[in-house]
């Protein structure tokens, strides 16, 4: 084995959550020790508590903390780390501050700061694809940027087109334009959320494939001039751009299609005198034609399905490449074995046109088995804020099988408790179990295709899934009462022998309110009646949030937990909330006219649109508010005109505190 050039012996990871617990789990196994840095909502984070050391780097917005280089590098001088991890995001792909590492004689574990100026420009980046003949999209990434060239260019390339931030990634400053009408409007939202996001607002245009797959080649080089790639992940269910399920293999991969892909990754990292991990990604056409879409330098939030499918630690190889040694690897090496799917857990509404969700994760219990993996920096009582970006936990699950993979996803996401914030975990088994997924026959119009309004709505409960969170709430009652009279023998918990005795409650589930009433027949069986029905439930396992139930021969999984009055439950993969109103005070809440304009979530109003005396009509734009790194548009519900704008632009705002008052008289 060829001797280390630069022992590393301290990492400063500079990120957060669920990547900078990654990064310091194969730190700690090589006997690294570890610094965090964080933000003042972090910090009881699990990252700072996994660090051998950590450093208070600011308040919650990341211009003011983990996107300042200058406060990371300080941090390293002060714990006296020789090496920085940037995890992916904030700085991972910031050509300066990788740049300032070196300079500060510290080991950036990643690539040059060439190599990311270069990939880290879409235009620039497909420029030298280009000359390296990687097969490339049809397009515009030339240096004119005026509104006029951008039109004239759209319209020789034809629709539909593709509008890209040059600088961007992950949906953000990309619009899809099906028609000439729309493109200077495409261009401006584009370019605007570019520079919000990136700092620049320069702009590619692409020849828009229709429904193509997503696939990646993930590629790892030395600084000795080995490169070789680990095969390829699918990463084609995507929603605004944004993926949602990964995938290793690609389901529809040939072994002549993998080496093509595989080669022209290689001649892309090659080109660029690359080192390290990075990831090429393509456009593979129905045709089996495929175009390099971007490279993006550095560790991808999938590559822990690669790592399953080949046995190797992504991570611990980049500390070794950072070192100065080979990769230790040839391409003859590389063998892929079974199949591995990642899904990403999202603070977000899928009922709400997946508007981010901010608040405290009362609960999150994972399942342990084998086959079942869980990359997450969050824990239980833990704020989710409306700084970061909304995926807060990925799950991973390996079989011998793409079909045995997804099962387990299946059935590891019912057993997930993950309760607080909303999420999309009944969204990604619904995906899981769609069709068109378990044939593998999909492209990046799955979820457009495959899901309407009416299915992402909230699940509605029928009369047995309203008897069984009745059931879940009369038994965390009575658990919460026992830890108060510890005297109770715990044969006698639920039970009386008065079959007279009924506990009753009026749950808010949704919209609805439904009286019901409980009674225990023994610890196991309850009668539950609603109105004139009665529905009978056994208790066939209970334990601690899980619980399995019986009714008339049917089963139903149910994780439950209840947080002060809020009954966080699942049954069979479906999310409810609900309460007892008949425990608290029932506000009578008006019902909303669309006079009041409420902040959909946490986040900060980017910009106003009205002043107080404008007339406003339905669907005209009232004001962004930027949450996750997200722009979403307030648009009016109402005519009227504007009684009062009670917040400025850059303010910081909570869900559902008010924006705007409409009067909707006659004028």
Do not use: W
Not at 80 to 100: Q, T, V
Not at 125 to 136: G, L, N, T, Y
Not at 182 to 207: D, M, P, V, Y
Not at 645 to 654: C, G, H, R, S
Request: hydrophobic share 40%.
């Amino acid at each position: 084995m060829a001797e280390k050039k630069n022992t590393i012996r301290k990492i400063l990871v500079a990120n957060r959550g669920e990547i900078a617990c990654r990064v310091m789990r194969t730190a700690r196994d090589l006997g690294i020790r570890t610094v965090a840095v964080y933000s003042e909502p972090d910090a009881a984070a699990p990252h700072v508590v996994m660090a051998d050391e950590a450093v208070l780097i600011g308040p919650g917005p990341v211009g003011q903390s983990y996107l300042v280089a200058e406060k990371i590098l300080d941090a390293a001088k002060q714990t006296s780390a020789d090496a920085i991890h940037p995890g992916y995001g904030f700085l991972s792909e910031n050509a300066d501050f990788s740049a300032a590492v070196e300079k500060a004689g510290l080991t950036f574990i990643g690539p040059t700061a060439e190599a990311i100026d270069l990939m880290g420009n879409k235009a620039a980046a497909k420029r030298r694809m280009i000359e390296a003949d990687v097969p490339c999209v049809p397009g515009y990434e030339g240096e004119d940027q005026s509104d006029k060239v951008l039109v004239k260019e759209g319209k020789k390339i034809g629709f539909p087109i593709m509008v890209k931030a040059a600088a961007g990634g992950g949906g953000r400053g990309m619009r899809l334009v099906e028609a000439a009408d729309g493109l200077e409007a495409a261009i401006s939202t584009a370019r605007s959320e570019a520079e919000n996001a990136f700092g620049s607002g320069e702009l590619i245009l692409e020849k828009a494939i229709v429904k193509p797959r997503h696939v990646e080649i993930q590629v790892f080089a030395d600084s000795h001039g080995n490169v070789i790639h680990l095969g390829e992940r699918d990463c084609s269910v995507q929603r605004r751009h944004q993926k949602v399920i990964e995938e290793a293999p690609c389901p529809v991969m040939t072994q002549e299609l993998r080496s093509a892909m595989g080669e022209a990754a290689v001649d892309a990292a090659k080109s660029i005198g690359y080192r390290g991990a990075g990831t090429v990604e393509f456009l593979l056409d129905a045709d089996g034609s495929f175009y390099f879409l971007e490279m993006n330098t550095r560790l991808q939030v999938e590559h822990p399905v690669t790592e399953e499918v080949t046995g190797l630690d992504l991570v611990a190889l980049q500390i070794k490449v950072a070192e100065g040694e080979t990769l230790g690897l040839t391409q003859d090496d590389v063998t892929l074995s079974g199949h591995s799917i990642e899904v990403r857990l999202y603070a977000e509404d899928p009922t709400k046109g997946f508007l981010p969700s901010t608040g405290t994760v009362s609960c999150f219990e994972q399942v342990a088995r084998d086959g079942v993996r869980y990359d997450t920096g969050i824990r239980g009582g833990q704020e989710i804020s409306p700084f970061y970006d909304p995926m807060i936990a990925k799950l991973i699950t390996t079989g011998p099988t793409r079909e045995a993979a997804r099962k387990l996803m299946v059935e590891a996401l019912t057993d997930t408790a993950l309760f607080g914030p909303k999420t999309n975990r009944d969204f990604l088994i619904a995906c899981l179990e769609k069709d068109d997924f378990i044939s593998g026959d999909f492209s990046t119009a799955f979820i457009a295709e495959n899901f309407t309004d009416e299915e992402l709505a909230a699940p509605q409960a029928d009369a047995v899934s309203v008897a069984v969170l009745a059931v879940r709430h009369f038994i965390c009652d009575h658990e919460k009462a026992r830890t108060k009279a510890m005297h109770v023998p715990q044969g006698l918990v639920n039970f009386t022998s008065d079959e007279a005795l009924r506990t009753p409650y009026k749950l808010a589930i949704g919209e609805d309110e439904i009286f019901v009433s409980v009674r225990s027949k023994s610890p196991t069986h309850f009668s539950v009646h609603i109105g004139d029905d009665i529905i009978e439930l056994d208790v066939q396992a209970h334990d601690g949030t899980h619980m399995v139930l019986n009714s008339v021969g049917e089963q139903y999984v149910s994780q439950a937990f209840l947080d002060g009055e809020i009954l966080f439950a699942t049954i069979n993969g479906a999310s409810f909330t609900c309460s007892n109103v008949l425990m608290r005070n029932a506000a009578s809440d008006e019902a909303g006219d669309g006079s009041k304009v409420t902040a959909p979530m946490h986040g900060k109003v980017l910009e106003l649109f009205v002043d107080k005396g404008d007339r406003v009509a339905i669907g005209d734009r009232l004001a962004i508010i930027e949450a996750m790194k997200m722009q979403h548009e307030i648009l009016a519900t109402v005519d009227g005109t504007v009684e009062d704008v009670l917040v400025a632009a850059e303010a910081q705002v909570a869900a559902e505190d008010l924006l705007i008052a409409i009067d909707m008289g006659e004028e």
